[in-house]
Each structure stands twice: as C-alpha cells, then as structure tokens.
C-alpha cells in the first residue's frame, strides 16, 4: 500500500483528469469546441499509474485518446483547453485540436489521429536515447487497435532487436470504434504475442490503480536500471462512454450497458477517494475545480490564429 500522500497526489492527478473531460463532455454541445473528442474517462488510471512511476525527464508518445496521458505527464492544462477551442495559446497553436496534444515541456512528444504512427516514432526516440547514453526512457501508449497494424510490428522488433529503453502500454479496452477484439485477432493476448518477439511483458486485468501501480514500477525498473531492452505492459479498461464524442453508447448495441457498469465499479476515482479523509479530498476537488474554471476562461477569452499562422510550424 502506498503511503496517505501518495495516494493524495495520485487522485488529485485523476480527479483533475476526470473532472476536465466531464467539463469537455459540457462544452462540447456548444460547439466552442472545434475538435473531436475521444475521451479517457474510465480509462484514467493506466496514464496516472504509470505516469507518476516515472521520472520528469522521461519521454511520452501517446495516441488520439490523449487527454489522460497528456495531463497524467504534466502537459499544460489551460493550453490543452485552448488547443480543443483551436485558439493560438493552444499547445498545438490551434491547429492540432485534441488528437495531437504536445507538450515539449512536460516531454509530452505527441499524439496522433492515424493508429500506430507514433509507435516508430516513440522507439526512434529510444534510439536517439540509447546512441546518447541518456538515463531517459520512452513510453509509449497505444490502444490494443493499434497492435494490428504493421507499424507496430516493424517497431517492436527493432526496439527489442536494439534493446532499446522503451516502455510500450497497451491500453486493452476490447473495442476499436465498434469491433470487439474477438472480432478481430485470432490470437487476443495481446502481451503474449508482444513476448514472443523477445521482451519480457505483464498484463493487469484487475481495473486496480495499484496493481497498475507495482506494474509499471516494475516494468520502468527492468526498462531503465537492466538496460535489456524494452518491456510491454498491457492494461485491461474500458471507456465509459463512445469511440468518439461525449455520449453514451449503449443505443448502438455493440456492447451492453452491464459490461461497463462493470468497469464503473472498479472506478480508481471513487477508489483512491474512499481511502481520504473527507476534508482532504474536499480540499483537493476545490483547487481543482478553480484550475478547471481558469482553463476554460483562458481558452475563451484567447485569440483564433491569424490567417497569416496558417503555413507556419507545418512541413509542407
Ligand atoms: C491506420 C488507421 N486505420 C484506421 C483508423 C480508424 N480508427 C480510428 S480509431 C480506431 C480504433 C482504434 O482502437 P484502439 O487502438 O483499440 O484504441 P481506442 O480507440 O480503443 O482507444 C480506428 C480503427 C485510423 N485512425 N488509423
């Protein structure tokens, strides 16, 4: 178990996850928002458990759902929110909305919309990392979507092949958009067939923030302190609510709404809240409240680009 104030920066970090996609879910019927959305909520905690079990200096890639992952890692919550109203203080100058969220400061290195393309990329940073002798790893997240693209493959063999310091986290919530994973690959243990590339992996079923938690510090120990090479950790969630967008989506029939309420009794939110005192918790849930509003006023009152931004920051 960890100790009381660990577990109070832990569910400050997902309470204020939580709370600013439920406050995107509000805005984004007001068409302030000029992005689509995938939101994390229910899958929070895999980015909180590992991002806190890694250093500052350590390197993150993440994909289109990257709101937890971004903030989890210490990504600029006012320039997030301006990023999805498309305003010039947005973290991406409001042209890269919430698929491509950066944050060069927090080593925040990108996200993006196409599946598995920022898995070459996170493990060419591993190999930047390695020539350089840093004592820097990567992680990089991805959805269990993105492990049937050949990308992937092609990444995770020259990353164990190099013993690169890389960590890859599938975040397995069974579904792309609508196709279950059953559907979808013959062979469903996704770590396993990442073993059988030559890494050591792990796989956490139990929802838990931490048996996560011990997971990930496990898996960045082997990663950077045995320099063997890379480790995969796959992490069963599931999102609480559509692919894409704020709704709910039990009314497409995909999935029924016992097997997220399923999920929703595991939730790491109400978990880690139930283990604080209640004035801690009300003390926390207030800063961030206030932080929240702060955000979403800065990204209001900010200014579209000019026209002029247009060409500039972009390759062709
Ligand atoms: C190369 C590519 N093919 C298809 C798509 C369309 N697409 C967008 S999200 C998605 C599902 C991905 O599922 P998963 O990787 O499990 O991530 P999740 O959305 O569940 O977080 C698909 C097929 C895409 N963006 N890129």
């Given at each position: 178990m960890l100790e009381k104030k660990h577990i109070q920066s832990l569910y400050k970090t997902l309470y204020r996850i939580r709370r600013t996609e439920e406050e995107i879910a509000r805005a984004y019927p007001t068409d302030n928002i000029k992005s689509p959305v995938h939101l994390s909520i229910g899958q929070e905690a895999v980015s909180v458990a590992v991002c806190d079990s890694l250093q500052s200096e350590d390197i993150a890639f993440g994909t289109y759902r990257g709101h937890a992952l971004y903030l989890a890692k210490g990504g600029n919550l006012k320039e997030m929110i301006a990023e999805l109203y498309g305003?010039?203080?947005?973290?991406?100058?409001?042209?890269?909305?919430?698929?491509h969220l950066i944050d060069t400061n927090a080593r925040m290195y990108g996200a993006s919309a196409i599946l598995a393309t920022t898995i070459p990329l996170a493990v060419g940073y591993a190999l930047a990392l390695k020539m350089r002798k840093s004592p820097q790893i990567v992680v990089c997240f991805f959805g269990?979507?993105?492990?049937?693209?050949?990308a992937y493959h092609e990444s995770v063999n020259f990353a164990v092949l190099k013993k690169l310091p890389i960590l890859f986290v599938c975040e397995n919530n069974e579904y792309a958009i609508y196709s279950h994973i059953s559907a979808r690959m013959g062979n469903t243990d996704v770590s396993a067939r990442a073993s059988s590339y030559g890494m050591p992996s792990a796989k956490v079923t139990d929802g838990n923030i931490f048996s996560m938690h011990e997971a990930a510090k496990k898996a960045i120990s082997y990663v950077r302190d045995q320099k063997q090479g890379p480790y995969f950790l796959e992490v069963y969630t599931q999102r609480w609510v559509d692919h894409v967008g704020p709704d709910e989506d039990f009314?497409?029939?995909?999935?029924?709404k016992e097997s997220v309420d399923f999920w929703k009794q595991k939730d790491s939110v109400s978990h880690l809240k139930s283990l604080l005192d209640e004035e801690v918790s009300h003390v926390i849930e207030e800063q961030v409240e206030q932080e929240i509003k702060e955000a979403f006023l800065f990204a209001e009152q900010s200014n579209f680009p000019k026209v002029e931004e247009l060409y500039k920051h972009v390759f062709a």
């Open positions: 305003k010039e203080s947005g973290c991406g100058r409001g042209k890269a909305g919430s698929m269990e979507g993105s492990t049937e693209e050949g009314h497409i029939g995909y999935r029924s």
